[in-house]
């Protein structure tokens, strides 16, 4: 149903356990019922076009199209024309095209990387918002328009504005709702359950089935700092169902600079100038400690219901093993 509207996402495809997501899926679900205008503000890859189609998806409108441009990768030289369409010229008998504003009525548009606007662009655009009304490039009428818009920008909108690369106005009328998405980084406790989600996808995409991961894996995906965010963590997921030679993924199949991004080898393995019972139970334990927490996100009294410990004991034992 969904896919006959442009889209592929709905609101399921949110795949979180984190307090700051589950926030961020209620305002989408409270928004959705509205016409306001939203700004999307987050880094490359945290699902901004994810979170557009699930507001659409949502919506009354979800039975018109959903239309997404990115300003950023059209020449500056064709935008207007691709946004507000074209009058046929009778000298030239060029003929009528239809901007993707024409395009999205009856539904949403999703402007990404919206400060890549000119901003003599941008106060057309304004216009449009306020009116809903276009002309075509060479029209003489203007057009009236039930669109919804959904703008995005991947840098702090203050920093756009001071860099006039941003309109203070056309900002104001964006921002009516906006939503502040937070990178992977701020919020690890999600990467377990994306991790699994992406295994599940490429089991129903690709010619290899996975059934196990390595808890070297999961740890090491714990200690890297994700600056691609969650698309990153699907194309690693992807490079390694292509390394893989068994129905498991292991460490070395996974991107290099992931694997070698912190010293996750040195947490899980006894050493070995270690020759002593005592140092050996303790690198052991202490191994099943940072697996058991990057397994859970770092949630202390989780970690210490499956280690079968009680908390207190847990926080003694990650100071002692300086896992703080």
Not at 15 to 33: A, D, F, L
Not at 72 to 80: A, D, L, V
Not at 93 to 121: C, R, V
Not at 156 to 184: A, G, T, W
């Amino acid at each position: 149903m969904y896919r006959k509207n442009n889209t592929i996402y709905t609101i399921d495809n949110l795949i979180s356990q984190s307090s700051v997501m589950e926030e961020i899926k209620n305002k989408v679900r409270k928004v959705s019922s509205t016409d306001s205008t939203i700004l999307i503000n987050g880094e490359t890859g945290t699902g901004k076009e994810i979170i557009a189609q699930s507001i659409h998806n949502l919506s009354r409108r979800y039975t018109q199209p959903f239309i997404p441009i990115n300003c950023g990768e059209i020449p500056p030289t064709y935008i207007e024309h691709i946004l507000f369409g074209t009058e046929k010229d009778p000298l030239t008998s060029t003929p009528d095209i239809l901007g993707i504003l024409e395009q999205a009525n009856g539904g949403t548009i999703f402007l990404d990387e919206i400060s890549a606007l000119d901003i003599k662009l941008q106060a057309k655009l304004l216009k449009v918002i306020e009116d809903k009304l276009i002309r075509r490039v060479g029209g003489k009428q203007d057009i009236h328009l039930n669109i919804r818009v959904i703008a995005a920008t991947n840098e702090n909108p203050e920093k756009l504005m001071r860099e006039k690369l941003l309109r203070e106005d056309l900002y104001y009328r964006l921002s009516v709702f906006q939503l502040d998405l937070p990178p992977l980084s701020d919020r690890k406790e999600d990467i377990t359950a994306l991790t699994h989600y992406f295994i599940e996808f490429y089991n129903r995409h690709m010619q290899i089935k996975i059934e196990k991961l390595d808890d070297q894996v999961l740890m090491a995906f714990q200690q890297y700092n994700w600056p691609g965010n969650v698309r990153e963590l699907k194309n690693a997921i992807e490079t390694a169902y292509n390394n893989a030679n068994s129905k498991e993924i292991h460490l070395y199949d996974i991107p290099a600079k992931i694997r070698n991004y912190s010293s996750v080898l040195e947490k899980i393995t006894i050493s070995e100038d270690s020759f002593n019972l005592k140092d050996k139970v303790e690198e052991y334990e202490k191994s099943l400690i940072v697996i058991e927490l990057s397994k859970t996100g770092g949630k202390l009294a989780e970690t210490a219901r499956r280690l079968g410990i009680s908390k207190q004991l847990l926080k003694y034992k990650m100071e002692k093993y300086e896992l703080r």
